[in-house]
């Protein structure tokens, strides 16, 4: 299988897409009576991988198949920056099924036996949720996953076991890390008082669940949408609130961001994600009609290293990646 250069579930419209950058589930299964990743042998890795590829062809969801280790490297980093593969992976014995959109992937013998994932553009968890309990639901009926009825479901790590399900949406709030970031402060300290994870960095909140053990998924789910919704509301209002109090300095902030974006001819990663949130925001008040949100969505996807380095990887007139990615954004504004 040839690895798409862009996840293509990036044009699909999701719910609050200026601001809810993506949703994703990950549900961990591993197969009862066999040892777990870290202790796994020959045998183990064979076993999981026969019944487990079996299994999942015979649901007809019309995948593409590789083993990773067959790959090249550059494939795999581009896998990972499309947020198919999960960063941490261990792929000598790894497969992967996945659809032709990357909104759906199956890993086998990573991390754990079985890892499915589901990813969508916006605030559409339950919907991911959906996808991927339905397939786990499946497999479940012809496989048995190791289940303990005091703890849930077993993995690997103890920081997973119960639902062995992740819940993470990432959110983009340049108004609120601009203007009040005492009140970033206090949602990072109410989300970790309701047990979820909260990252920020360049002006990108990512949350995810902390919790697993006795509580539902739909537990799960309910409070990780529960808190982004609030979120969103909170980044909404000041973003209305800035236009009337302080319009010239947002416009300057949204049409210097477009410049910049314009004109570099050295352009980091971070600098990328930080500017685009600005031309969101420019969408957003109907600032700026010559950009789409599908267009930044595909820049800041296009604009990770491995994409470039796979896009170039012939061209020599460029002396580093960070003039490359100047490169690739200007062209992307122009046309």
Request: charged share 25%; with cysteine.
């Amino acid at each position: 299988m040839s690895v798409n250069n862009i996840a293509n579930w990036i044009y699909k419209k999701g719910e609050d897409d200026n601001i809810v950058l993506y949703s994703k589930i990950s549900i961990y299964r591993n197969l009862d009576n066999i040892r777990f990743f870290h202790h796994m042998d020959k045998y183990d890795f064979n076993k999981t991988y026969s019944m487990l590829k079996t299994n999942i062809e015979e649901l007809n969801l019309n995948l593409s198949y590789m083993k990773l280790i067959d790959m090249p490297p550059i494939s795999i980093r581009m896998l990972i920056e499309n947020l198919t593969l999960p960063s941490n992976k261990n792929i000598v014995h790894a497969s992967l099924f996945t659809d032709d959109d990357e909104e759906l992937s199956l890993l086998i013998n990573s991390n754990e036996h079985l890892e499915i994932q589901t990813i969508a553009r916006g605030l559409e968890l339950e919907s991911c949720f959906n996808k991927a309990y339905s397939i786990e639901n499946s497999l479940d009926q012809h496989l048995d996953f190791a289940y303990d009825k005091k703890f849930g479901f077993l993995t690997s790590s103890p920081n997973i076991v119960g639902t062995a399900l992740k819940a993470e949406v990432c959110i983009a709030v340049p108004c609120l890390v601009w203007k009040t970031p005492d009140n970033i402060d206090y949602i990072i300290n109410e989300c970790s008082k309701k047990g979820l994870d909260v990252n920020l960095k360049n002006g990108v909140l990512s949350i995810s669940n902390g919790f697993i053990i006795g509580v539902t998924e739909k537990f799960i789910i309910d409070n990780v949408i529960e808190k982004v919704k609030e979120i969103s509301e909170k980044e909404k209002k000041i973003r209305n609130r800035i236009k009337k109090l302080d319009r010239v300095k947002v416009e300057d902030r949204i049409f210097r961001s477009y410049a910049i974006l314009s004109s570099a001819r050295s352009l980091k990663y971070r600098e990328l994600v930080n500017y685009s949130l600005w031309l969101r925001l420019g969408i957003y008040y109907d600032m700026i009609d010559n950009i789409s949100l599908d267009t930044l969505y595909y820049m800041t996807s296009v604009g990770k290293s491995s994409h470039l380095k796979q896009l170039y990887e012939n061209r020599e007139y460029y002396r580093n990646i960070d003039e490359i990615r100047a490169n690739v954004i200007r062209d992307i504004l122009q046309k």
